[in-house]
């Protein structure tokens, strides 16, 4: 095996990444419905018994698959999603109680997302506009005479990504629709950590085909592979 | 009160002649997806997946999926020549800035104004509304796919909605297991039927007003 | 040479294309300081004859270089830009009142195109707040305590890009520092015409690689080449 | 009344110091241009261009230019092992997202309290912004280079600065051809003199009040 170079100080071990999780944190996560979700991540949190988490990605996965292993160890106590409807456990913790969710439409969503990462303040949009839990305490405002929402900025303390590969600096390429909300949950952490497939030396990616340019990231693990069983199997 | 997918293919293919070549579509999980059986070999469709790909080919054989290529509704796809993969922000922008041709959802209320509630019963199932406000509101045309009844046999057509709304005046176009409705000007109109039932019995299991269009036609499949 | 097909009917001549452009119209060009602007379909509307229009663009270019040359003739009624430095004759118009030039600063005009694209009302922005001339004219709002201008949404009656390929759906790739604002512009379109290096068959670009998917692109012409001097040269 | 280029060296020099291995930074025209000139060959610095690159390496060679790859003033660059291509929205958001750790630009007057001003001259000079504001109210710490005084000989560090301000409060440190000031807590302090000048010359140029750092060094290149 060829020692990789680390001259960016990147490349960690899973342990090391997991320090920068703690109990009651904002934990921002890409993949959708647990196709793209970091799977060697999520099991060092479960792990690591981390509780009281604030979580924010596109929806709750499915009991066993992605981010819905944490959800349904109860260990959540808000997430932040469009649908939850996949998991039913995250459904029923929010019946009894026992977990907050804030729904958000998907494309609203993945656009306060983006624009967290991106150092905006909100985006205006008028999806939803009609509907009283997406526009339950939510500013309006009238452009060119017509209505919009103010949808904030969504950020994390920290990102968890999924990628295909990724070079010393963090450049990261996706694997097909594996890519998802993944380049924009990696924008929106204020630490954010890739899990990925393959490191490869720097210079191997190609600077064009890169997708989410490696000052967006701030540690690289390697991934252990997926490690549950997909709902179609 | 399920329906067998016999019926359910007759209702994918009466939603597939809506389809034209060239068109961009948006197709909901459940019998929308089984609408790309229906439509031509020949026939170059561009099929939109929220996730962020465009250009969904049919299913995989068993034992060729990849767990990294699926649809939004999680389940394994293929991809056509022409295709593009793109992060989800990008699959909602051409959501809103209308370049979804057709977009084809379930849903669990119509109103005769086409009023959507698809996304939530109160007290009860709450999984979210997803991509679904945006794919409502905003496709230049969207088709509701549907049981006419729900599973006590009540209408899930109605004058209006008593669950909570996805979106206000957004449906086009209504096909259930028996009948094709239109909604223009946020009127209801009744235009196909199949010919396993009569009119009588669509109102009879419509909870609102219907305009009966003066071309009415039988479905003959 | 190969004959293409052409299933989506998007590819054309730039005859075609022209017809697409009258005066009067409010039209939206890709590049940054030329590099990466559409030669031929510059050339094309300067041969027409265009006048009278409002412009949308990172800057005016130089005197002889991307859309400047549309600038300098006169053409301009009025342009929103970040900057006209390196065009002086875009100055001397200004300053003679010949042209309006709305100013908006880069990074925030970038955001306005893209949420023009993406079906957005508007982004909020900090950036400029203390400035009188961004923020003339635009509302205030207050988030979190912290206060953001509102930057509305631009689109354009037609947008006119540069890529290096297209295939026949116009899906399109750039060539490096030349993918600047296009990608953006190519979105922000009502309808957009790409002008491109190379037309290749469907199948021939792999869907990762694709920057700009092809559902925003209406039209697509063949490039005769950049056919100005760069300043460097 | 322009700087020679030793003259211009020796500030791009002295600015040099302030960047550290690995770093993201981000060049204005002129004078910061030469920075890179002057850091270690061994250093990994990412610069970064508005346009869309991050990753800029030296100039190329007379006849390797390529035009499709230049920086943000429009000058062909080459790119080092590592650097990305982007669209220029993403390029604005590592910007506003605080990712440039230093950015150096010129200026036309910076304020005692650090207000800079360099996007336009009332009547005469409108350029326009570009990218100036992002960079200087985004960037974690935003050097100034640039002449001591104007083509008339008058002061460009002024109490209050007379043109349309660019960005408040937001340079960190100021470089001339005389002398080097940081700004700290809305306070301007000598901290630093070419050793070609003395603190009675610096002051004499300078229209605002400036402390005078304890440990001041002089400058011996």
């Known amino acids: 095996m060829v020692e990789l170079q680390n001259p960016f100080k990147k490349i960690t071990s899973l ?158 390429i996706y694997d097909k629709s594996a890519r998802n909300t993944n380049p924009l949950v990696a924008m929106a952490g204020n630490f954010t950590i890739a899990e990925v497939e393959e490191i490869v030396p720097l210079g191997s990616l190609s600077p064009e085909e890169i997708v989410t340019p490696g000052v967006f990231v701030d540690m690289i693990i390697l991934s252990s592979g997926v490690n549950w069983k997909w709902a179609w199997e | 009160m399920g329906l067998n997918l016999d ?112 996304w939530i019963i109160p007290g009860k199932k709450v999984p979210g509304m997803g991509g679904a406000m945006e794919l409502a509101s905003k496709a230049n045309k969207l088709i509701v796919l549907m049981n006419h009844t729900d599973k006590t046999g009540r209408p899930k057509i109605l004058e209006k909605c008593t669950l909570p709304l996805t979106a206000k005046k957004c449906v086009d176009l209504i096909i259930t297991e028996l009948a094709v409705f239109e909604i223009v000007n946020e009127k209801l109109m009744l235009i196909q039927h199949f010919h396993t039932t009569t009119v009588d019995e669509i109102i009879s299991k419509t909870a609102c007003d219907i305009l009966i269009a003066e071309n009415l036609k039988v479905i003959d499949f």
Not at chain 2, 77 to 102: E, H, Q, W
């Open chain 2, 7 to 118: 019926v359910r293919n007759k209702m994918a293919k009466r939603a597939a002649e809506e389809i034209t070549d060239g068109m961009v579509v948006n197709l909901g999980i459940g019998i929308p997806s089984l609408v790309p059986n229906h439509l031509p070999e020949t026939m170059t469709v561009m099929f939109h997946a929220e996730n962020g790909i465009l250009g969904m080919g049919p299913s995989p054989a068993t034992g060729k999926e990849d767990g990294n290529l699926c649809n939004a509704g999680g389940f394994p796809v293929t991809v056509v020549p022409g295709a593009s993969y793109f992060d989800s922000v990008t699959a909602f922008g051409m959501i809103r800035r209308g370049k979804i041709d057709v977009s084809i959802l379930g849903s669990l209320q119509v109103s005769s104004t086409g009023d959507l509630a698809n």
């Open chain 1, 15 to 172: 342990d090391v990444a997991l320090e920068q999780l703690h109990d009651g944190m904002t934990i921002m996560f890409g993949g959708f419905g647990g196709v793209g979700s970091p799977p060697t991540l999520i099991e060092g949190m479960i792990a690591k018994n981390l509780t009281d988490l604030t979580l924010i990605g596109n929806d709750t996965g499915f009991p066993q698959i992605g981010i819905g292993k944490i959800v349904s160890q109860g260990r959540v106590r808000k997430i932040i999603a469009s649908h939850i409807g996949s998991n039913p456990i995250a459904g029923r913790l929010m019946n009894e109680g026992r977990l907050e969710v804030e729904f958000s439409p998907q494309g609203t969503l993945v656009e306060r997302i983006r624009a967290g990462g991106m150092g905006l303040g909100a985006i205006l949009s008028d999806v939803g506009i009609d509907n009283e839990i997406v526009s339950a305490g939510k500013k309006r405002i009238e452009l060119n005479g017509r209505t919009y929402l103010v949808e904030p900025a969504l950020t994390a303390q920290v990102s968890i990504v999924y990628a295909k590969k990724a070079d010393p600096y963090g450049n990261l």
